[in-house]
């Protein structure tokens, strides 16, 4: 089993910036593939970025890419994901996710889920 501990959320103006935290309680086989999910108020759950922690690899949604970065810290089993030039269409909950089904943008790839935290970009 993993825990995933999401932090770093907020309230910002269109253009700043915010960094999400992941803790998760350790990086195994079965949660190799980590991803950042977010999902706005009646609307359905859309993957962010994911990033692979063995070979670091990542992949971005369209949408983000050139705005937000997704890393890790190995030594503190943790994921990141800087965003940058907010935009008020960011706004949602984010959530940290773990599996094992590759770069994958489908919630029901992955098998552990953070609580979020809420993420609001006014204009």
């Known amino acids: 089993q993993v825990q995933l501990v999401e932090s770093g959320g907020g309230s910002v103006q269109a253009g700043g910036s915010l960094r999400l935290s992941c803790a998760a309680s350790?990086?195994?086989?079965?949660?190799?593939?980590m991803a950042w999910f977010r999902q706005a108020p009646g609307k359905e759950r859309e993957g962010v970025a994911t990033?692979?922690?063995?070979?670091?690899?990542?992949s971005y949604r369209h949408s983000v890419k050139g705005r937000f970065t997704i890393s890790q810290d190995k030594a503190q089993t943790t994921i990141y994901l800087q965003m940058n030039s907010l935009e008020p269409e960011d706004t949602a909950m984010y959530y940290c996710?773990?599996?094992?089904?590759?770069?994958?943008?489908?919630?029901?790839?992955?098998?552990?889920w953070g609580q979020g935290t809420q993420v609001t970009v006014s204009s």
């Open positions: 350790q990086f195994t086989e079965a949660s190799r593939y």
């Open positions: 996710a773990a599996g094992d089904n590759g770069h994958s943008y489908r919630a029901s790839a992955y098998k552990f």
């Open positions: 990033i692979h922690t063995t070979d670091s690899s990542t």
